[in-house]
């Protein structure tokens, strides 16, 4: 339905009248032999949860946890996988779940198990089918293992009308003893690896390692060798060049193995620091962690300071659990800065860039900036706590105006973007074409996601955000999925299978203010205490869209 600003205000601001969601009574019910006694032996303590998304505030993550069989999550989703996960606190042995799911005597479920101690980096243990024929809990035994972090994957079943859980529970092991983590192994070295201990290097966070690892570079340029950091150790840095470290060699390796390469305090920010650069084909880093150490350096007077660089030349780049830290501008920079400014062509541009799993945090402006790139992917892991100079985003896509051709192809899956002064995820700028988000998790930023489009189609299919109550920097946004015309009319924007959850402000859940073709659906806004209507907007295709499980449009 196309409907104008004025009546889609009055419609989703009015509470009174609406139809129910036509799939809100329940007649699935628990057996009445089944109790939380079922999934009680050899349980582990959950201390929290989270899930992917809640058909309403009453089918939290929570209620799957509560010790009450009458209770349940769960979601109307039922078309892309979905998910929930329990936070056992610490790391200890599990060896089973047990699940009462909901409709279970009619519906099968088919599900991985995935178990993580850092909710980062996770390892699927378990592929499983529930049998569909009891509403009792079923027990999946498991590898037992160590883990803190357990989490269901529910595969796609557009025929099922929810997903959920009355209960679960995650059991240890058969004696229900609980181990610590064990420690990492490192990944084996290959045998003609360069080390930074073999050019100097202690590694120790005290000894300045700066010309040892120079070499340690220089080498493995000019040898093709792959590199092998010490196991969780700390090498110190200063600034000798712009481009401190770089890899410019196709087909390069580079083993982290837990190792932190640390910009050393008092090191200037009047001059660029670059600390990685990839300029390079084929490239792969693993499990290396760049902290810029914004707190133990001057004030910044040259912006161009970043962790990770990933430069023009730059083709399929592989980047796998890595971390960015405390970047005086942004963890991660992906911009060509081979080819000429203006860009002539997009030959040279970063293409098939692959971010696996990484963690950017508490960068001064973005925490990943993506300036000028073809298919760039970023999977999984943290962009979180952005604050110091705008934007301030957990993930902004914004080409500068030399970069005429822009980003084609950003695709953004399972990541999470929380406690951002900015955006979770912007969009701006010029030139930007074919970006997609999915599965996003965006609590406590400035905005969840804003905006600006330029001709290109921007869709996101799956985002979860909460808790924007108190945020100041919201006030400098429409709301809290916020868009705003762009330099270009002509895009297509798609904004679907969102939630977004406890908000109190004078803002929107949703502003809608471009003229180009936008739909919006399939959204739920639950907890919302705002004076403004629940979604503002100009010309779009408006449906299913709910406030706190009533249908209001």
Known sequence: MFVGLLSVALLLSACGQQDTDPTAPDTATPSATVSTAALVPGALTLATSLASDAASPDNTSWRSRDDSMSTYWATQDTSSTQWIRYDLG?????????????????????????????AVNWKTVSTLTSSGTTAAAERYDLPDQSARYVQLNIAPNSAAAKFGIFEAAVLGADTTTVAPAPAPAPAPAPSDALTPESFGARGDGVTDDTSALRALFSAANKQAKPIAFGANKTYLTGRTEGYQYNLTTNNLVVQGNGATIKVKDGTSTATSLYVIRIAAQNVTVENLTVDANRAGRPAISNWNQYAWFVDGGSVNVRLKNIRGLNSPVDNLYIRDQVGPSPSTSDATYPRDIYVENAQMLNAARNNASIISSKNVYITGGQYNGANGALPQAGIDIEPNQADIFG????????????????????????????????????????????????????????LSASNYTTNASATERNG?????????????????NMTLSGINSSLPSVHQN?????????????????????????????????RDGVKIQ
Request: aromatic content about 10%; hydrophobic content about 35%.
């Open 480 to 496: 809290f999925i916020s868009l705003v015309p762009g330099g270009r009319t002509g895009s297509r924007v798609i904004l679907e």
């Open 90 to 118: 610490s790391a200890k042995t599990v060896g089973a779940l047990a699940v009462a799911w909901y409709n279970g005597a009619a519906q099968k479920y088919s599900f991985s198990v995935a178990v993580s101690n850092d």
């Open 514 to 546: 471009y003229q180009g073709t936008v739909t919006i659906r399939n959204t739920r806004i639950n907890s919302y205490s705002g004076a403004r209507p629940v979604v503002e907007a100009k010309p779009a295709e408006i449906y299913d869209i709910y």
């Open 407 to 462: 980003n084609n192809g950003v695709f953004i899956t399972g990541v999470e973007t929380s406690n951002n002064k900015g955006g979770g995820v912007e969009v701006a700028g010029p030139y930007n074409k074919n970006i997609s988000l999915k599965d996003v998790v965006s609590n406590s930023n400035g905005t969840a996601f804003f905006a600006a489009p330029d001709g290109g189609q921007i869709q996101v299919s799956g």
